[in-house]
């Protein structure tokens, strides 16, 4: 029995919400997808299949909308927004994204919601909040990276900061969303009351400062970007390191957790002779603090960097794969997608999975499959992604008991 | 502790540490779930070594990654190679809804603490185990951080630019994104107990719960053939949009144009209005197309200027707009500071400190920050005591026995 069965799940949300109603979806919500006539907004976002613009096509749509149903509700208009009222009382979740007073505007707030349904669960996701001095700011995901402090973290120290190719503030939302209304939820069913949930995004892309955000209000030195790793004051601490066939990513830090496996390490470098046995012996749990205090010069961190990434360089990334689970160092190839979806380790744990082609082709695509392996209740993807309002009849006359003509009346009107 | 809230009546016995476990049950510590952090009195947790730490004196209490992950939560140490730290394990097992650890996979099942094994004191246990690749597979057992999945996940190789090698994604990437979904597993499991009365084992791969921030670029592979590029700060769909150079050491401000309005203020506020007409920029097709030149008129413009005052000129026309912000800027974002993203707290070593918030504002039941982190070892007692109801004898007889290191 899913963990969600018979729940229904009212998503409003565009690009910036897919992923919150996908994850209920996944544990078995009735997710339905509000969209307006002509499709969400998301839809006209690529990637696109075969690069042909069309919002049956975006890539984006399909990544977020598995396990939904898609209906179309015309909220300009008074009597879309009487039905979407009647749609949200038999709801037990509703999920929005657009700009804070937009709902309001349509008297479709959590206040008028609420009142007609008092145990709903609405949960509204937007850039910077619905209040506060930079609320009606507007965003895109590069500008929200900008402002929750990862951005400037990342790139070459000698080019402006830079951005993960794939957008992610509105998935770092939308995750953070979905623990919302499950919280929500929680309390839900001992109180059988709802309440609102306001997730900004900018709140939480901080996440992916590692904690780095809290440099200033705690007196430390700011976290600064370099190519392939960062700098905390003097010292420049790579992660991304070159093998012989492209590069892997290797944590070679020091202290008393982290510099027993650089110890490690430097004892087999050392053993294949890259080095000789005084670079093996140095003290790798104290390093930072003999470097910071000048104790070891600066120019001998870079032999050292350097004799290890002649070493990283001498072998492919499988082989440094390899050699990672017998040696136990911290090492990983730095994949394509391409190498993604071809790993063993994925394939072992059978974890791609196919959705049908939402065009209605005999082609079925590789998607990431469940997010955890439940083991009483597996997560199954039941649904490919809806096309725009492919369940209006369904939903509408099926479930929510309009009689044909009303159907069709609505229809006629653009409502639906 | 005080346990108020939405969750007060879940309780964890969590043995995770370092980041990406810890930061989940931080979450719903925020809102009134009773945790007990299970840690080694020997082997420090990482986090506890990581940087920032509070006036960049490194110390057990001083990390600010620590104090973010394990605010709210109650902390022992236990010794797990002493043979009679189990029986308060089994003990604390009994007390708690859920026993979650993310150690690599034979660990548990060493101290026979595996969900076969306490699934025979609790039938209801719900156990989470999170690590990098999860419980099966040839890289079960490969140990270490959030940096080593992303790379291995494809994160990585998408970040950076076109002309150069990758410059990857910053720190332990997949460590951010997980946690969600930690918390999330976790909440759905005590629903399905609830429902059903059955309890569960869930194996979390932190790197297949990441891959899913990573859906659209895996489309594009399995239904275009196409290996997806890094790309630097360019948008297919949108241009300008970038990172521009303003006045002062590292200041950039972000500017982004999602469409021809947006595009024809940005003109307006540049003082350009001639632009608006200029061939080359005239569809965000021939933008994206022409952003080379586009970039360097705007990059003409904001040198010079300060991040934030270009940020407010533009947001003032609706254009998005706004300064890449350091941890100084973001500590007196007047928007952050509104949504109280930034928790001033005592701490019994550090005295007065910051963490951060709960991301998400629940209107009823809002979530806060119980207390700081725990030190090691900092509620022996009250646990022992008061969780388990143990008389002083008994926890003085451990305490002989060496259980808490």
Request: with cysteine.
């Amino acid at each position: 029995m899913p963990i969600l069965e018979s729940r229904r799940v009212l998503d409003l949300s565009n690009e910036r919400g897919l992923l919150c109603g996908q994850i209920l979806a996944d544990l078995g919500a009735d997710v339905i997808a509000v969209e307006p006539p002509g499709g969400s907004s998301a839809r006209r976002l690529g990637p696109f299949a075969q690069n042909i613009r069309d919002p049956e096509r975006s890539l984006l749509w399909w990544s977020y909308s598995r396990n939904k149903r898609s209906i179309t509700l015309d909220l300009e208009q008074t009597p879309g927004r009487d039905l979407l009222r009647r749609l949200a009382g038999t709801a037990d979740f509703l999920i929005e994204s657009f700009e804070p007073g937009f709902m309001a505007r349509h008297e479709l707030a959590y206040e008028h919601v609420a009142a007609i349904n008092p145990s709903l669960v609405y949960v509204s996701i937007t850039g910077f909040g619905q209040t506060g001095p930079k609320a009606h700011y507007a965003d895109a995901d590069l500008i929200l990276l900008a402002a929750g402090g990862p951005l400037i973290l990342g790139g070459d120290d000698d080019r402006p900061p830079v951005r993960l190719s794939v957008p992610q503030a509105y998935l770092h939302a939308g995750a953070d969303a979905a623990v919302a209304a499950m919280v929500a939820h929680h309390e839900r069913v001992r109180s059988g009351r709802g309440q609102h949930a306001d997730v900004a995004a900018i709140q939480s892309v901080a996440m992916a400062t590692q904690s780095g955000i809290l440099a200033a209000p705690l007196h430390a030195t700011e976290i600064r970007r370099l190519a392939g790793g960062l700098k905390l004051g003097p010292l420049n601490l790579p992660v991304i390191w070159p093998a012989k066939d492209g590069f892997i990513s290797m944590t070679f830090l020091f202290g008393s957790a982290l510099g027993v496996f650089t110890r490690k390490l430097m004892h087999y470098v050392c053993a294949q002779g890259f080095c000789d046995t005084a670079t093996r012996d140095k003290d790798w749990i104290g390093y930072a603090e003999l470097l910071l205090s000048g104790r070891e010069p600066l120019s001998e961190f870079e032999r050292v960097k350097e004799i290890v990434r002649t070493f990283t360089r001498t072998y492919t990334k499988a082989e440094l794969l390899a050699l990672a689970l017998e040696q136990g160092f911290l090492m990983t190839p730095v994949y394509t997608i391409g190498e993604l979806t071809r790993s063993e380790q994925l394939a072992s744990r059978e974890y791609w999975r196919t959705i049908d082609d939402p065009l209605g082709g005999s082609g079925k695509y590789t998607v990431p499959g469940p997010f955890v392996k439940f083991s009483a209740t597996p997560i199954e993807y039941r649904r490919r992604p809806p096309g725009i309002g492919e369940h209006n009849r369904e939903v509408y006359v099926g479930e929510f008991g309009l009689t044909e003509s009303e159907f069709f009346e609505l229809t006629r009107a653009g409502v639906i | 502790m005080n346990h108020e809230g939405p969750l007060a009546d879940v309780k964890i016995c969590d043995f995770m540490w370092v980041m990406a476990g810890p930061a989940s049950t931080r979450m719903l510590a925020d809102y009134g779930a009773q945790i007990v952090r299970i840690e080694s009195p020997t082997r420090i947790d990482t986090a506890r070594t990581l940087q920032p730490h509070q006036d960049d004196r490194s110390g057990p209490d001083s990390s600010g990654l620590f104090s973010n992950c394990n605010a709210g939560k109650l902390g022992i140490a236990i010794d797990m190679r002493n043979p009679r730290a189990r029986e308060v394990v089994v003990d604390l097992v009994r007390w708690a809804d859920v026993v979650t650890e993310s150690f690599s996979p034979k660990a548990m099942r060493k101290w026979e603490l595996d969900y076969d094994a306490l699934r025979m004191i609790r039938p209801d246990l719900i156990m989470l185990s999170t690590c990098l690749f999860g419980q099966t597979g040839p890289l079960r057992q490969i140990a270490g951080f959030g940096n080593m999945a992303a790379a291995i996940s494809g994160f990585s190789n998408l970040a950076g630019w076109p002309d150069r090698s990758a410059t990857g994604v910053f720190g332990a990437y997949t460590d951010y994104i997980a946690p969600r979904f930690t918390a999330i597993a976790i909440l759905a499991a005590l629903e399905h107990r609830r429902r059903t009365g059955e309890g569960q084992y869930i194996d979390q791969s932190q790197a297949e719960s990441a891959i899913h921030f990573l859906t659209p670029a895996i489309l594009e592979y399995s239904v275009n053939q196409r290996e997806p590029q890094r790309a630097g700060n360019e948008d297919r769909d949108m241009a300008p949009h970038g990172i521009y150079p303003a006045a002062g050491d590292d200041q950039w401000v972000a500017i982004v144009c999602r469409n021809d309005s947006e595009w024809d203020c940005l003109c307006e506020a540049m003082g350009a209005a001639e632009l608006r007409d200029d061939p080359r920029f005239a569809t965000t097709q021939l933008r994206v197309a022409n952003h080379a030149d586009l970039d360097s008129i705007i990059c003409r413009w904001t040198t010079g200027a300060s991040a934030a005052q270009i940020e407010e000129l533009l947001q003032a026309r609706g254009v998005p707009a706004y300064q890449v912000q350091n941890s100084s800027e973001a500590w007196q974002d007047p928007q952050l500071k509104h949504r109280e993203h930034f928790v001033p707290l005592e701490h019994h070593r550090l005295g007065h400190t910051t963490l951060e918030g709960p991301r998400a504002h629940l209107s009823r039941t809002s979530g806060k920050v119980r207390r700081a982190a725990p030190s090691l070892g900092q509620d022996n007692q009250y646990v022992l005591e008061k969780l388990l109801g143990y008389d002083q004898e008994r926890i003085s007889d451990l305490a002989v026995a060496g259980v808490f290191g």
